[in-house]
């Protein structure tokens, strides 16, 4: 990718290497290596993970078992912001569920050293998050924090619950998904319809959804 030998991304790198290797968690995919390549290009070489989104894993669970792998995955971010690094793009397709049923969160300190200075961002209009599951903030270009993480956890509780979106479901675009954060009210989980990606027993769990998340 251009610009991935710039002092700026080498200088992250250098530290999200460092970050990584002081996380050891169950549910977090270990960094195994990290250098550059004959051309001077960073990389980081991760445990290898076989398993399926969380967003899949979850279709024809009831809501205790849909919980159950929501809290490894809540255990892994908790334990990495306790080391002081946040992820910035919490999203289905990083975290795996393997045939056991464990968690592996994916690609963290990935974005971050990615992530290009603000003015340089806004030039290109390129920022290393995923719309559907950003929060404010990162959609506003605004510094993130662990929040910035919660956000996202929030967001995605929400799909594993509900098989939906809770705004921007009609989004075509990037864009039109990053505005749907900025602009639209969530859709109060009680008051969606029975769908086939939804947890078993709905009508029981839209009762107790009643007052929402």
Known sequence: ??????????????????????LSHPHIARLLDAGRTADGLPYFVMERVHGRPIDQACEGLALEA?????????????HAHRHLLVHRDLKPANV??????????????????LQEDAAEATHTGQRAFTPHYASPEQVRGE??????DLYSLGVLLYVMLTGQRPYGRTAGSA?????????????????????PQMAAGWVATRKRLQGDL
Not at 3 to 16: C, H, S
Not at 98 to 104: E, F, I, P, R, T
Not at 143 to 148: G, I, L, M, R
């Open 175 to 195: 864009i039109e998904a990053a505005r749907a954060v900025l602009e639209e009210e969530p859709t109060r989980p009680s008051s969606l319809s029975p769908g």
């Open 96 to 113: 795996l569920v393997d045939a056991d049923g464990q968690v592996k969160l994916l690609d963290f300190g990935i974005a971050k050293a």
């Open 66 to 78: 849909r919980l159950a792998l929501f809290l490894q995955l809540a255990d892994a971010v908790a």
């Open 1 to 22: 990718k251009r610009g991935m030998d710039t002092e700026a991304v080498l200088a992250r790198f250098a530290q999200e290497q460092q970050a990584l290797a002081r």
């Open 143 to 148: 510094p993130v924090s662990t929040a910035t």
